[in-house]
């Protein structure tokens, strides 16, 4: 099941929990939210890239990057499209 090699999920649920509370305390600052939309955008726009250039090395099959790709781009758009109508509210 879990052993000592597997201490990467540790790591990334303390990563989150620490996340969770620092944006807990931040959160109602509309710059913060600003960043971390765009941030999220970013970081799966960087996933879509890494998708496609695996896909070209030959690492991972073309039709499994291009749902993946899609999959993380789709999730940048609605980040974006998050950020542009929250803006719009506070105004």
Do not use: C
């Not at 609605?78 to 509210?89: D, N, P």
């Amino acid at each position: 099941m879990l052993g000592l090699n597997d201490i990467q999920y540790l790591y990334e649920f303390l990563f989150w929990f620490v996340t969770f509370f620092i944006l807990k305390k931040v959160w109602h600052k509309p710059e913060i939210r600003t960043i971390y939309g765009y941030s999220v955008a970013l970081f799966n726009l960087l996933a879509v890239f890494f998708f496609s250039l695996s896909s070209v090395k030959g690492d991972l099959n073309g039709l499994d990057a291009f749902a993946f790709g899609f999959l993380h781009a789709m999730v940048a758009i609605v980040m974006i499209t998050l950020v542009h109508v929250s803006k719009k509210l506070e105004k």
